[in-house]
């Protein structure tokens, strides 16, 4: 479904991403996953066109998307869900949910998108006239996914949706982003929450200093012994569970 090949992205002489290449099949997870400033959301802004690549290739279904503007990336299929989630505080729940569909010319498919993001957000739908600045956090990311969702995307990026959450809410989001996955919707999950991420996606990459250091399934990836020091803090047992 997408491949990125050859990423390079420079901000004046820092070279922000070098020569990244992966690949997300239709249907998967995968996980991109690093400390801060290895370039996982420089990345994932070039494939949503939010930045400028110096160079390589963007394809998504066969399209070359860089170059695109946003909203042409967004109409073949791309939505984004960016860190810190950035919702219209301003407005209520059921506008920025709305603000999502402002692609697509029928409104009773937005309105059917909307519904299906009630079963998996029950929540919002009781805040449906709440501002959207006055949600706890998690209520927030729900609402972020789900505005990303009424767009009636292929792809779904998003971009550290468990930052700044308590855990029992973390647990909530990815359990929905599970839930997302057995609908069908395909994937790439930026987290710096590697021990998660890992678990609910089925291949990850892991980068540093811009450029991909280690590629495989999620599971071989988390039984490597330096992935297990770095990243999972010496864990030693596997949730295999959650495959399941």
């Not at 990850?204 to 200093?209: L, P």
């Not at 250091?213 to 992935?227: F, K, R, Y």
């Amino acid at each position: 479904m997408l491949k990125v090949s050859n990423l390079n992205i420079s901000y004046k002489k820092i070279n922000a991403v070098r020569d990244v290449s992966f690949e997300i099949r239709e249907g998967e997870i995968v996980s991109l996953i690093g400390s801060n400033g290895a370039g996982k959301t420089s990345t994932m802004r070039a494939i949503s066109g939010l930045v400028k690549a110096r160079s390589g290739s963007i394809l998504f279904n066969g399209q070359e998307v860089l170059g695109m503007s946003p909203t042409q990336i967004v109409a073949s299929g791309i939505v984004h869900v960016p860190e810190g989630r950035q919702v219209f505080s301003k407005l209520s729940v059921g506008e920025n949910l709305e603000m999502g569909g402002f692609l697509t010319k029928d409104r009773k498919v937005v309105r059917e998108r909307m519904d299906r993001i009630f079963e998996l957000f029950p929540i919002l739908k009781e805040r449906i006239h709440q501002k959207a600045g006055s949600l706890s956090g998690g209520e927030q990311q729900m609402l972020a996914i789900g505005r990303g969702l009424v767009t009636g995307s292929k792809l779904l990026l998003l971009d550290e949706p468990s930052l700044g959450l308590a855990p029992i809410i973390v647990e909530q989001v990815f359990e929905v982003i599970q839930k997302l996955k057995e609908s069908g919707m395909t994937i790439l999950l930026v987290e710096q929450n590697a021990w998660d991420a890992m678990a609910i996606s089925d291949r990850t990459y892991i980068m540093e200093s811009g450029a991909i250091v280690l590629e495989g399934p999620s599971e071989e990836v988390a039984e490597n012994e330096e992935v297990k020091r770095i990243y999972l803090g010496g864990k030693e047992t596997w949730v295999s569970s959650l495959h399941n």
